[in-house]
């Protein structure tokens, strides 16, 4: 008997595979290209405008943009109208098959999104000396509409050092720039003396669960 398995292996669906195991075979396909798609999505939103989030009079239901809670539209409408932080996260859960999260009137924002980390024991601690798969979510939490949070991704490794040497993608807004941007993370978690960011979250612990 044979069997034919296309899985992405987590730690959620280990014990499925490990059952499988008691048939006479079985081939294994493990989708790490999966990651690699999300990111190669992700370079085609570097240089879109940052469009600021207007305050709480603004739902995040009001226009797919800024935010894309719901649908990812066609690149030309999200070049026209612009990205905030928080939707090149959501388009990126949305590219993954994965439903942006919380409810009401913001949700996809930074403050949904960390609730619903917060909720699933995804938030780890942000050390800048830690070694993090490409993928992994940086946020900042949301304080006031003056400091509303942020949310970056990991791009790239560049070599084999833990830590600093990573380039990171988020849409920035910024007097020098305000559009979608590769960074370094040492020099985006440096902008403030203590270190921007806050937590880190896991591509398996964000992108589908």
């Known amino acids: 008997m044979y069997i034919i398995c296309i899985f992405n292996i987590t730690d959620s669906n ?3 595979i490990l059952f499988l195991n008691k048939f006479d075979s079985i081939f294994i396909i493990s989708y790490s290209s999966r990651m690699e798609d999300i990111i190669l999505y992700s370079s085609k939103l570097i240089g879109i405008k940052y469009t600021l989030w207007e305050g709480d009079h603004q739902s995040t239901y009001d226009n797919p943009h800024p935010f894309y809670i719901d649908y990812i539209p066609d690149l030309d409408y999200i070049k026209k109208y612009g990205i905030n ?4 996260v959501n388009i990126l859960r949305l590219k993954a098959r994965g439903k942006v999260p919380g409810e009401g009137k913001w949700r996809g924002g930074t403050l949904s999104w960390y609730n619903y980390l917060k909720s699933v ?6 050390s800048i000396n830690e070694d993090y798969p490409v993928g992994t979510l940086l946020l900042r939490n949301y304080r006031n509409i ?10 790239k490794k560049h070599g084999n050092i833990a830590g600093s040497n ?6 920035f807004n910024s007097k020098s720039q305000s559009k979608v941007v590769v960074s370094s993370i040492k020099d ?6 203590e270190g921007f960011y806050e937590y880190a979250i896991l591509p398996n ?5």
Do not use: M, P, R, T
């Open 205 to 209: 612990n964000w992108l589908y669960k």
């Open 188 to 193: 985006s978690h440096f902008i403030i003396s």
């Open 14 to 16: 280990l014990d499925s």
């Open 85 to 88: 932080c928080a939707g090149l």
């Open 166 to 171: 990573y380039s990171i993608i988020h849409a």
């Open 121 to 126: 024991n995804a938030l780890q601690n942000f």
């Open 146 to 155: 003056y400091e509303q949070g942020h949310l970056a991704v990991i791009y």
